[in-house]
């Protein structure tokens, strides 16, 4: 059975600390890795991971993807209060249709405090 | 920007009741998702469509139906409405991809039954 865990569950930091998150995966037909933010709302499009080894940067977020390890860990530097969310890590596989399904992890819930 | 509009927020409904979740994406994607999300299973997928007129199941199908006879609208029907379909329903899009497209989500529908 396809599965996608997250660790830890929940965090809680302070403003300025750096933060690691972490996804592993047993997934069949792989295709792609995703991470995505969810604040109150719509979760937002974070990174795309498919190949190996190489790091996704955006301002203080970086991710990357061990695909012999079967993990992804998700970075955020400097955090700052509005980085509270939850943070969502999704395996993408084939479908029969060849469209891309997603499965997601439980999440990470991050609290930043001031 | 993609936008994904699911057409309440909010709606409480009584057990037993059709129930017509409704989703439009406004980016000519031709894949759209319908999802749940609870808390401590995470997102799920419900149903999806690649195309006008057609659909596949996905993990959780049981008590749901869909509807997409136009590409940028995709309904979520719930044929007799019970207590353990309350939950947070959540709709994305996708491009039909080589390579990969990331799937772009809508604010969601927080449903009671009640």
């Known amino acids: 059975e396809d599965k996608v865990v997250q660790s830890p569950l929940s965090l809680v930091v302070h403003e300025g600390d750096t933060v690691t998150l972490n996804c592993s995966y047993e997934?069949?037909?792989?295709?792609?890795l995703l991470w995505y933010k969810q604040e109150k709302k719509a979760p937002t499009f974070l990174f795309m991971l498919?190949?190996?080894?190489i790091e996704k940067k955006s301002g203080r977020l970086s991710s990357i993807l061990d695909k012999k390890e079967l993990f992804s860990i998700l970075n955020i530097t400097a955090t700052q209060t509005g980085d509270s969310a939850v943070y969502l890590c999704?395996?993408?596989?084939?479908?029969?249709?060849?469209?891309?399904?997603?499965?997601f992890g439980q999440g990470t819930t991050l609290q930043v405090k001031p | 920007d993609v936008k994904v509009t699911q057409s309440s927020r909010y709606l409480v409904k009584r057990t037993g009741e059709k129930v017509f979740l409704e989703c439009v994406q406004d980016m000519d994607h031709e894949n759209m998702f319908w999802y749940r999300q609870d808390p401590g299973l995470g997102l799920r997928l419900i149903y999806f469509?690649?195309?006008?007129?057609?659909?596949e199941k996905g993990d959780i199908p049981e008590g749901y139906s869909v509807s997409r006879e136009k590409k940028e609208r995709f309904s979520l029907i719930l044929e007799s409405a019970s207590t353990n379909q309350t939950s947070m329903y959540l709709c994305?899009?996708?491009?039909?991809?080589?390579?990969?497209?990331?799937?772009?989500f809508g604010d969601g529908t927080r449903l009671s039954i009640l």
């Open positions: 498919t190949s190996s080894g």
């Open positions: 469509s690649y195309d006008v007129k057609m659909k």
């Open positions: 997934v069949t037909n792989f295709r792609s």
């Open positions: 999704a395996v993408e596989k084939w479908g029969s249709s060849n469209t891309g399904k997603l499965i």
């Open positions: 994305a899009s996708s491009l039909a991809d080589t390579p990969s497209s990331p799937q772009h």
